[in-house]
């Protein structure tokens, strides 16, 4: 698996390697049963502090997407659930397609679309909410 | 973290004559993480380190490392068993050559890692025969890293360790100490490479005119500092955003920017209430929470 994480993006590295690892079930990159390396060979090859990838996995783990067995390293556990996510994320796909043909249509550029997605993102999500 | 701070100081200061080079300074380094120490040059950090470590005597304040206290001669010297150090100005004796010095250092060491200095002797390309005072400014430091490397110590301090180094031993040394903190050793280290700060720590210090200003997770930090950038119809109504967490304000026609450590949301309907036409969010890296906290002070 290839993780990639980006220390200047105002997300914590811990919740990044998450996303990373819930995305790679989701295309089928890991799939159930799959060892992930342990904590110390991950944080040696991402240089990150062990702690990330130690929040990382235990939050995981807590998802019940990862189990954690004594020595011997992570294990995906994708059940159906997840596979049900995949799905919502390729509707999502969907939507989000149109939705930026729309824009475009209507004149923005890429850069400018990008841009506002940046932001929006942004947003604490209880405001989101209320709006 | 359960565990009891590795480094804790309370109100710990030092002045040289006339001027103060720490003041009053309340530190708690937690075990089992990496904790870096920043600031400008002048701030403090090698002051602090050295009266850490027992080399200097405080002006007043106290302190313990490990649980010993910094002033008593006995604990310092049980705590130096523990801890592993590596200088500001890597001494080392230059009459000896390397293969010497690492035979002469491993003596001292009960926890001492044979192994491991030999893989660190190759993996650097340290010439074993060379004279330490024909050595380049990159190979002390690799030298200075290998002595402390090779420890198994329960906290390494480390002053500026990536002097001298170029990119390739940068990262060596990133990976290097990536793995002392897995296997346990907690980590304190000065350094201006705030990008590679910003990628290995987990928790940041920042010094400046010898007190502390900031002490806050990497996490947080991420999580918390934004930079507002508004647009209004009319001129920015400055006033109405110096509200909590907002650290900093510049407006320039109907531009405003703001800098907050925390509370975005509420600049955020602020402004939106305000009928800003514009409202854009940004991340705010390291470098920048550094140099804003510096220039505030």
């Known amino acids: ?131 | 973290m359960t565990n009891a701070p590795v480094i804790l100081t309370h109100d710990l200061a030092k002045s040289f004559g006339d001027a103060a080079a720490v003041r009053g300074l309340n530190l708690s380094v937690g075990a089992n993480r990496i904790t870096a120490f920043l600031g400008q040059n002048g701030a403090g950090k090698s002051t602090t380190i050295k009266m850490l470590l027992g080399m200097i005597r405080p002006s007043c304040g106290e302190g313990t490392v490990l649980g010993k206290r910094i002033t008593d001669p006995e604990e310092n010297r049980e705590m130096r068993r523990k801890v592993a150090y590596v200088a500001e100005d890597k001494p080392l004796y230059g009459y000896m050559t390397v293969e010497q010095t690492i035979r002469f250092a491993s003596s001292f060491y009960p926890d001492w890692r044979d192994a491991v200095a030999r893989r660190l002797l190759s993996e650097y390309k340290l010439p074993p025969q060379r004279k330490v005072k024909k050595l380049s400014k990159g190979m002390r430091t690799k030298l200075a890293l290998l002595l402390a490397f090779a420890r198994r110590p329960e906290l390494l301090i480390l002053d500026e360790p990536s002097e001298g180094l170029d990119p390739v031993g940068i990262e060596h040394l990133l990976q290097m100490l990536v793995t002392q903190a897995a296997e346990g050793v907690a980590i304190f280290f000065s350094s201006h490479q705030i990008a590679e700060v910003e990628r290995i720590a987990d928790q940041v210090c920042i010094l400046d005119n010898g007190r502390l200003l900031l002490d806050a997770s990497l996490d947080h930090l991420r999580q918390s500092y934004r930079r507002i950038d508004l647009v209004f119809e009319s001129a920015p109504p400055e006033r109405e955003f110096r509200i909590m967490g907002v650290e900093k304000i510049q407006s320039k026609g109907h531009q405003m920017s703001v800098f907050a450590s925390g509370n975005a949301e509420a600049v955020i309907e602020h402004a939106r209430d305000l009928n800003a036409v514009s409202v854009e969010v940004a991340p705010v890296g390291l470098r920048d929470i550094f140099l804003e906290t510096v220039k505030e002070n």
């Open chain 1, 1 to 131: 698996m290839f993780f990639k994480l980006t220390p200047t993006t105002g997300q914590p590295l811990y919740l990044q390697l998450m996303q990373q690892i819930r995305h790679a079930t989701e295309t089928g990159a890991l799939q159930d049963g799959d060892q992930l390396p342990g904590i110390r060979t991950l944080a040696e090859e991402l240089v990150v502090s062990p702690n990330t990838v130690a929040k990382a996995f235990s939050e995981l783990e807590h998802g019940g997407l990862l189990e954690l067995r004594q020595g011997s390293g992570a294990f995906v556990c994708v059940k159906r659930r997840t596979r049900s996510l995949a799905d919502h994320v390729q509707v999502a796909r969907r939507q989000l397609r149109d939705l930026i043909e729309r824009l475009r249509d209507d004149g923005l550029s890429n850069e400018e679309i990008q841009r506002a997605f940046e932001a929006e993102l942004l947003y604490p999500v209880e405001m989101v909410r209320k709006r």
